[in-house]
């Protein structure tokens, strides 16, 4: 760590101190702090909570409940519409391709009653990873299938292959490819005539989409799902954090469930959604674990990977559900919404942050 970020976090951490002790936080304190969302509400079941992407997966999974069906498939059933939807770019169908403009998928899914799992990593050409994941739970005795041989399996579970990339994923991918680099063959139209492109030197921002979507029954049995194309334009056979149990995803029947979209790779290094359960199961509010995996992340993350004032460029946000029927979302960064669904009805509230502003 080079000596202004080592003073930057010295500085953060007398600041939390502070906050702590009734304080302030990071850049502003007060008023920031006063304008989080507010503490959960105490619990009530049955109780659906996804990534913003999922108020109508949300929807979908409590009226599964209502009729009677397990969690977890409440929950895939949820994230099913989205993973069908061409115009959600970060999951499923339509979902962003890898750097070689091939879609690659990546899903798990956990039944809290069992303590089961099953997930599926760089799959291509199936539309619904999540409902290959559950089958690795149910019919082998394995937790992830890669690669050709998930592929494999899911054919001989009679999936059909469908081309997973879209006329607009594909001309998305072709601007990627004629932007990102002045050093390789390919040149975008406003090259064309010479003049150096204005991203020229500039790092392409990728993104990262996905859907997490965990459910609470009336009866307080869980289940959770992960899905997601993954890093757009990743090097081919990347796998992120949303197959891997523990960081993209985890259920714990005893104390509540966990997922996340985001930088998955901070989640790979960091086992965040174990590590929000566990502090659940330690006696710390659904809002509290979150941030508290949030500040994990932000305090290791990569001098390469942070921005101005040593702060993290890129963000994770996190959705967490206990056993009685607490929930709560929370970002890196304040603006970042999340989907939830109980007796009043699928919509989208205000995730808590850790800090206010992203980086420049
Ligand atoms: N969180 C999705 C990914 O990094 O692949």
Redesign the pocket.
């Known amino acids: 760590m080079n000596d202004k970020i080592s003073k930057f976090w010295t500085r953060r951490r007398f600041l939390e101190t502070a906050a702590a002790a009734g304080g302030a936080m990071i850049a502003a304190p007060r008023q920031l702090a006063a304008a989080q969302p507010a503490a959960t509400p105490p619990g009530r079941r049955p109780l659906i909570i996804a990534s913003a992407n999922g108020v109508a997966c949300t929807a979908r999974a409590m009226e599964r409940i209502a009729a009677g069906d397990d969690p977890l498939d409440a929950a895939i059933a949820g994230v099913n519409l989205v993973e069908d939807d061409p115009n959600d770019n970060s999951v499923g169908l339509g979902g962003l391709p890898n750097e070689d403009g091939v879609v690659e998928l ?1 899903a798990s899914v956990m039944h809290g009653p069992s303590h089961k799992a099953g997930a599926v990593a760089a799959l291509r050409n199936i539309r619904n990873p999540s409902c290959v994941a559950r089958l690795v739970m149910q019919r082998t005795n394995h937790v992830l299938l890669v690669g050709e041989g998930a592929l494999r399996f899911a054919r001989a579970h009679g999936f059909k292959e469908v081309d997973l990339l879209t006329d607009e994923a594909r001309r998305e991918w072709l601007k990627w490819k004629e932007s990102h680099s002045d050093k390789d063959a390919w040149i975008a139209p406003e090259q064309a005539g010479g003049k150096p492109s204005a991203r020229a030197g500039t790092p392409y921002e990728h993104t ?1 989409g ?1 859907i997490h979507c965990s459910a609470v029954d009336e009866k307080g049995n869980l289940g959770g799902v992960t899905t ?1 194309s ?2 757009s334009y990743k090097i081919p056979g990347r796998v ?3 197959p891997i149990i523990g960081a ?1 995803l985890y259920v714990d029947n005893a104390v509540g469930a966990a997922g ?6 901070a ?1 790979l290094r960091n086992c965040s959604t174990f590590l929000i359960v566990e502090l659940m199961r330690g006696g710390m509010g659904p809002r509290e674990a979150c941030l508290e995996a949030l500040r994990r992340i932000a305090d290791r993350t990569e001098p390469r990977h942070r921005g101005k004032g040593g702060l993290p460029i890129n963000s994770v946000t996190f959705y967490a559900i206990t056993k009685d029927g607490r929930y709560a979302g929370a970002s890196m960064y304040s603006g970042a919404r999340f989907a939830i669904c109980d007796h009043r009805g699928a919509r989208q509230e205000d995730c808590a942050w850790l800090f206010e502003r992203k980086p420049d």
């Open positions: 990546d990262w996905t997601t993954g890093l992120g954090d949303s993209g996340s979209t985001g930088f998955g790779e989640n």
